[in-house]
């Protein structure tokens, strides 16, 4: 097969992939400069949507909807926006080799691709009951959400198993999204998950005590403290129960098993400098091979607002590093620099009614303010959380924009704090004052 070379590759064709592109036509490139390699089969899109809008049972949101950069209120970039631009998608198309020394890439299909700087927008991979060999587990309609073609196989089985029983595998993100989505398709609704409360890398126990009292309100029944072991299926192999580990055993139609994410970085072993899981940066988010950069999900980066490296798995992040990956590149063809990343944390979610978002580091004491009854119309409550007399983040159910951007402020500035029941009384008083 022929070789092709590209000034410029993108490696992953996820959010990152697209927002990357956005900044390359914005600071300038020529025709046939730059190609994005994916091995999905459509365009770069905001992946958030898979577990919202795409699965609602009326207006479902579908493709070209939601192509990036629609989710940070930009131009939607469909395919021909990359035709105009003479950007080259190369789709459907998995890269099974790097080798960094030669600059080059190599397909499952035996296609070569060389380049000159190289972003590695891989992202992550789900982490699938069967890596553990769980007995059962490989049954059908036992489902993941990554992709768009997981969200497709999702849709299938809702239409499939019409009013059917549905478990979901985890109480994280996935978990409470599509614990909502599906019950808004008036399935029946099952959370297992092995931690004292739902969110638990994030949430406290007296904010996961709100949603999880919402989600009951609303039907979806909460198992905590355990884990699925096991799955029967019959005689098509279709999954009909889930053996938990505390002996009990659920009746499904659908499972669906969000238990976390692994970055895709063995591409590149021992080719690049690693550190806490992901591909270590600096903050322009190029590698320790010069030329090549890594961004969203598998960089490891300098978090300046706390002297510290971290990796974050987030779409905000995700926009925002391609972003600065992209100025970094074009800056120093010219000779000049840009400002180093300087991140401020931030997770958002939405489902059913509800809506919260949280900026900073979760870190220290906390104080929960404001209503956090399930039962109460409109709910409206915060958290934040102080170390050394200082908050350093702030979380908020039900916010308005400006209420959001208020918290968002408190945790950038990190103001200090001398007595936590007056920061519990004034609660989001305090941070308008900031």
């Known amino acids: 097969m022929a070789e092709k070379h590209f000034k410029y590759v993108i490696l992953g064709g ?6 990357a592109a956005r900044e390359f036509a914005k600071q300038g490139i020529n025709k046939g400069e730059l190609a994005i390699i994916s091995k999905e089969a459509v365009a770069p899109y905001e992946r958030p949507a898979l577990s919202k809008g795409y699965l609602f049972p009326q207006g479902a949101a579908r493709l070209p909807g939601f192509h990036t950069c629609v989710g940070s209120g930009g131009e939607r970039l469909l395919p021909e926006w990359y035709e105009e631009k003479g950007i080259e998608l190369i789709l459907s198309t998995e890269i099974v080799k ?15 691709f060389t380049y000159d700087i190289l972003i590695i927008a891989t992202g992550s991979s789900v982490i699938k009951l ?13 489902l993941y959400l990554r992709e768009i073609d997981d969200a497709d196989k999702l849709v299938a089985a809702i239409q499939a198993k019409k009013d059917g029983k549905a478990v979901i595998v985890g109480g994280g993100y996935i978990g409470l999204e599509l614990s909502a989505v599906l ?9 297992v998950y092995p931690e004292p409360w739902c ?10 005590a709100f949603y999880e009292g919402y989600y009951a309100n609303k039907g979806v029944k909460i198992v905590k403290g355990t884990v699925a072991v096991g799955f029967d299926s019959d005689s098509n192999g279709d999954v009909t129960a889930v053996k938990l580990k505390d002996g009990r055993v659920l009746d499904a139609d659908i499972v669906v098993v969000g238990v976390g994410g692994r970055p895709l970085t063995s591409l590149f072993k021992g080719q690049l400098a690693e550190e806490k899981g992901g591909i270590k940066t600096d903050a322009f988010f190029q590698t320790s091979v010069p030329g090549v950069y890594a961004v969203g999900d598998v960089a490891t980066f300098p978090m300046k607002l706390y002297g510290d490296l971290r990796r974050v798995e987030h779409v905000d992040h995700s926009r925002k590093s391609a972003e600065q990956a992209v100025k970094a590149i074009k800056a120093s063809e010219e000779g000049k620099s840009v400002e180093e990343y300087d991140y ?3 997770f958002y979610s939405r489902s059913f009614d ?7 580091d979760n870190v220290g004491d906390t104080v929960l303010f404001g209503d956090s009854d399930p039962a ?13 007399g200082k908050i350093f983040g702030a979380f908020l159910e039900g916010g308005s924009a400006d209420e959001n951007n208020a918290i968002a402020k408190v945790a950038r500035v990190q103001p200090a704090v001398s007595d936590l029941n007056v920061l519990t009384q004034e609660g989001l008083q305090f941070a308008a004052k900031i």
């Open 14 to 19: 996820g959010v990152a992939a697209g927002y």
């Open 98 to 112: 790097a080798d960094l020394s030669s600059k080059s890439l190599t397909s499952a299909a035996g296609a070569t």
């Open 130 to 142: 069967t890596d553990f060999g769980v007995q059962g587990a490989d049954a059908n309609n036992i």
């Open 183 to 191: 019950r808004l398709n008036n399935l029946d609704v099952t959370m």
């Open 199 to 208: 969110m638990p890398r994030l949430f406290t126990a007296g904010i996961a």
């Open 344 to 346: 401020l944390p931030y």
């Open 354 to 360: 509800l809506a919260w978002q949280f900026y900073g």
């Open 376 to 388: 109460s119309a409109k709910p409206k409550f915060g958290s934040y959380w102080i170390k050394d």
